[in-house]
């Protein structure tokens, strides 16, 4: 074998070392690059999240109230109100499936809809009650009362929650059931 051929075959062996190398070196970057991507809108995702917590409040009087406890703005997708699992369109029908005739003096109502943004560190009394006779009945079926929410991130992460589980549940999409949705 002679010199010159023995020299074109390691230089060649040698770049084709390099080749891979430089191929390998260019994978690694690609796949790194793609995993901070991922880290950045994950982060970016969770910077944003929204958290509504709904329940109950008032001891004189009653308070149906929602809060937003998260990062960030939930966009309300679907508002429901059931009375033993039956919706209900507003709060006088509420009212009558209990079975009691409130005064309505003194009732104070928030609109609560699909298109809502809810921003965070809010939190708004759906109805507020005065202290009466009546409202204490309303105050005593609250365990039968329910409502449901359905709302999204800005990234357009979804969840619904009821006021009578303790945390969201994800869920891929909201449906605002125009038989189901509530007019406050």
């Excluded at 009945?137 to 990234?155: A, E, H, K, P």
Aim: aromatic share 8%; with cysteine; net charge positive.
């Amino acid at each position: 074998m002679d010199e010159s051929s023995t020299t074109s075959r390691l230089t060649g062996l040698t770049n084709d070392i390099v080749s891979a190398s430089a191929t390998l070196i260019a994978v690694v970057a690609l796949c790194t690059a793609i995993y901070q991507a991922k880290l950045m809108r994950d982060q970016s995702k969770a910077a944003v999240w929204p958290y509504l917590i709904q329940g109950s409040s008032g001891n004189n009087g009653f308070a149906r109230i929602i809060q937003n406890v998260g990062l960030g703005p939930a966009v309300i997708r679907g508002f429901e109100v059931m009375v033993d699992g039956k919706p209900m369109r507003t709060w006088k029908q509420v009212a009558e499936s209990l079975h009691i005739a409130p005064s309505w003096r003194g009732e104070k109502s928030t609109t609560f809809r699909a298109g809502l943004v809810f921003p965070t560190n809010t939190l708004t009394e759906l109805i507020e009650l005065p202290d009466t006779a009546d409202v204490r009945l309303f105050r005593s079926g609250n365990d039968r009362i329910v409502t449901w929410v359905c709302y999204c991130s800005l990234f357009g992460d979804c969840w619904t929650a009821r006021s009578d589980e303790t945390e969201p549940k994800p869920t891929k999409a909201c449906v605002d059931d125009p038989i189901r949705k509530f007019r406050n």
